[in-house]
């Protein structure tokens, strides 16, 4: 069973930087397409992100490219989801995704199996 476990939010203003990790266990991490999602209250979740596995092609929401990097280190296990001039309304709880059998990333949630519990991110203004 794939387990994923994020970390790294917090609480920050507008403009700031912040990095989030998502550490995976039980499943061969390099093996799995890997995404970032968000989800603010009383709205769907969203995609943010997603990696290939050998962490060369990314896809990112055009709300966040050129702001957001996705990066993974396939030896540790874990995603990471560096967040730069954060605004207010990306205040929402990111979770960490993973899929085994998808060769590139998917801006659909349904597209992947595992989940991670989420780690909440807050931007003041």
């Known amino acids: 069973q794939v387990q994923l476990v994020e970390s790294g939010g917090g609480s920050v203003q507008t403009g700031d930087s912040l990095r989030l990790s998502c550490l995976a266990s039980?499943?061969?991490?390099?093996?799995?397409?890997m995404a970032w999602f968000r989800q603010a209250p009383g709205k769907e979740r969203e995609f943010v992100a997603s990696l290939s596995r050998n962490g060369r092609s990314g896809l990112f929401d055009n709300s966040v490219e050129g702001r957001f990097t996705i990066s993974r280190d396939n030896a540790k296990k874990t995603l990471y989801l560096q967040m730069a001039s954060l605004k207010p309304e990306e205040t929402a709880l990111y979770f960490c995704?993973?899929?085994?059998?998808?060769?590139?990333?998917?801006?659909?949630?349904?597209?992947?199996?595992?989940w991670g519990q989420g780690t909440q991110v807050s931007v003041s203004e």
């Open positions: 039980g499943g061969i991490f390099s093996s799995f397409t």
């Open positions: 995704a993973a899929v085994g059998d998808l060769l590139y990333g998917s801006r659909a949630a349904e597209a992947y199996d595992y």
